[in-house]
């Protein structure tokens, strides 16, 4: 923006304000390509070398933050075209010049750059302060923490020294929990790994962990431990029932809604949350994949019908498998999410072993 663009800008007289004010926070909200960056230079130069001849801020005392490192040279380039030019404007006798001279020396020393470098420059400054050993080093990519927090982790639920590796954390008390929802997840099918397929990914345990870590700074709300929903999955599961009754075992696909409908019945008795998870994954890991009503189900209206219910809702206001799955996927998930604070604990372990810090803990 030009100097004949500044003085006839609609809201000039706030812009104005917006630099010479030095009593108060200042606050611009605007949109790209507005002039927000020229009146942010535009401010510290005026703190660094006041026009009408008041107290001057020392560059030394001023830090200029931005999110990215492009900016932040972007704006160290404009700060120093900025002084030039003003110091091209005044009397070369004057207090201004001097300071202006004197913030052009030390603009190269001046704190002008990201937050996360700022705040790293804090920590290095003051790191028996902040708990840190002074050789502390800062990872751009977590992955390899994360990675092994994960590892850590399995072993130790796997070794049963899950309690011994949260001694000294605020997450100890909560480690027998954790080990038992881990295990029982596992039992149930939850993949510990994420793997690719062809269809997409499917993801495991590592994954849990991994968006556990990228979120610890908003940690999800403390539920109480979950009961299995046996009411509900009895429920899904006699709809089935009463659904393909009278249904018989003549071709792919209603032979396959028998052999369902079988297991279901027998499930209906079952106090188990284990074993009625592992059976009904089972059963829908073997549900057929794209049927068409002539080839797998052999134009039996009553099957497809059946199916459709059971696969898109028909006539219900969503998927029967929906119903059928959720009273495991949501007592496994809640169960899950109540192994956040294990996590960060042992996320907060490893990086203290590698004596490292992570841009969110910047």
């Known amino acids: ?135 502390y080093e800062v990872v751009d990519d977590e992955d390899a923490l994360v990675h092994e927090t994960f590892e850590v982790l399995m072993h130790a639920v796997q070794n049963d020294t899950l309690a011994a590796e949260l001694r000294g954390t605020a997450a100890a008390d909560r480690a027998p929990e954790a080990a038992r929802a881990i295990l029982d997840a596992l039992a149930c099918g939850v993949d510990a790994s994420t793997r690719e397929l062809e269809w997409g990914y499917r993801y495991g345990l590592d994954a849990l962990v991994a968006g556990f870590v990228r979120a610890r700074d908003v940690w999800p709300p403390d539920v109480e431990p979950p009961a299995f929903d046996f009411a509900a999955f009895r429920a899904a599961a006699g709809e089935f029932v009463t659904l393909t009754t009278g249904i018989r075992p003549a071709t792919y696909g209603a032979n396959w809604l028998v052999r369902v409908r079988e297991e279901l019945e027998r499930l209906q008795q079952v106090d188990d949350p284990i074993e009625i998870s592992q059976d009904v994954r089972a059963l829908l890991d073997r549900a057929p994949r794209d049927p068409r009503k002539g080839h797998d189900f052999g134009g039996d209206a009553a099957a497809w019908d059946a199916w459709k219910t059971f696969d898109d809702g028909k006539g219900r206001a969503r998927p029967l498998k929906d119903d059928l799955r959720a009273p495991r996927d949501g007592w496994l998930a809640r169960r899950l999410v109540r192994i956040f604070p294990v996590v960060v604990a042992l996320y907060e372990k490893v990086k203290a072993r590698r004596r490292t810090l992570d841009q969110l803990d910047l």
């Open 1 to 135: 923006m030009t100097a004949d663009a500044r003085t006839v800008a609609p809201d000039q007289p706030d812009r104005a304000a917006a630099v010479a004010e030095r009593q108060r926070n200042v606050l611009v909200d605007a949109g790209a390509g507005t002039g927000k960056t020229t009146i942010l230079v535009d401010r510290l130069v005026e703190m660094l070398a006041p026009a009408g001849g008041g107290a001057a801020v020392p560059i030394g005392r001023i830090a200029a933050i931005t999110f990215t490192r492009k900016a932040a040279g972007e704006l160290r380039l404009r700060i120093r075209e900025r002084l030039l030019e003003v110091l091209a404007g005044a009397a070369s006798d004057s207090p201004r010049t001097r300071r202006l001279h004197e913030a052009l020396t030390g603009l190269d020393t001046a704190y002008v750059g990201t937050i996360h470098a700022f705040t790293d420059r804090l920590l290095r400054l003051h790191p028996v302060e902040a708990d840190l050993s002074p050789s």
